[in-house]
């Protein structure tokens, strides 16, 4: 069964460093989501894309984040420089299309530690 | 703006009891309403979802959910729970642009 590749599954930092997380979704699925998971909390979304467009970065903090697509297919979040705050779990899924009936399918997750 | 809760922080259940998983929401139209479980160190799965028709959803792994309008419920049973089901149920609202807001989720512990 097709499913939602991310890596590392785990990372550990020291606060002011770079991070970065990747992702590949479904294959054939448009839409992908990055959603932070902050511990005893919902995932709530950072930035959603359609194809390699941005289509929502509203709760994206566009600071010290930032979020690509390039070709449409995986995709990368970075952080940079990263803080204590940003300890969280960072989910990414994918949906065939962006409508709110295309089931969201979710990968393992990256477990962020910032020390 | 839409938001959901879930009322319970963490629920224990014996084996073979039943199960109910409260969640209420808001939001101006016709919510699409989900149900998802993650299992410690795993991403999300779709339990089950509720978009218009019967308000008795029916979902994987003996799940099932009801959709009250007039109470702004969508509550999560299971008849009978199994070790297995042991995990964080979360509750979600999708609107008409295409957003899903979760709710803080509830831990179920099922003791033998």
């Known amino acids: 069964e097709a499913e939602v590749a991310q890596s590392p599954r785990y990372k550990i930092t020291e606060k002011s460093q770079a991070v970065a997380f990747w992702c590949d979704p479904i294959?054939?699925?448009?839409?992908l989501y990055w959603y932070r998971q902050i511990l005893g909390q919902g995932p709530e979304l950072l930035v959603q894309f359609q194809d390699e467009s941005v289509v929502d970065d509203s709760q994206l903090p566009k600071d010290r984040f930032s979020a690509e697509r390039l070709k449409g297919v995986d995709s990368t979040l970075k952080i940079q420089p990263a803080e204590l705050g940003d300890s969280a779990m960072y989910l990414c899924a994918s949906s065939l299309s962006g409508r709110a009936e295309n089931e969201q399918f979710f990968g393992p997750g990256t477990r962020l530690t910032v020390l | 703006a839409q938001s959901v809760t879930q009322p319970d922080i963490h629920i224990t259940v014996s084996e073979g009891a039943s199960l109910e998983l409260r969640c209420n929401y808001s939001?101006?139209?016709?919510?699409?309403l989900f149900w998802y479980v993650q299992s410690p160190g795993q991403g999300l799965q779709l339990l089950l979802k509720?978009?218009?028709?019967?308000?008795l959803v029916q979902g994987i792994k003996g799940f099932e959910a009801e959709f009250k309008r007039s109470q702004s419920s969508f509550n999560l049973r299971k008849p009978s729970v199994h070790w297995s089901d042991a995990a964080e149920y979360f509750c979600a609202v999708g609107t008409n642009d295409y957003k899903l807001s979760f709710g803080a989720g509830t831990t179920v512990t099922v003791r033998a």
């Open positions: 294959s054939g699925h448009a839409t």
């Open positions: 509720y978009f218009s028709g019967d308000t």
């Open positions: 939001y101006g139209a016709t919510p699409y």
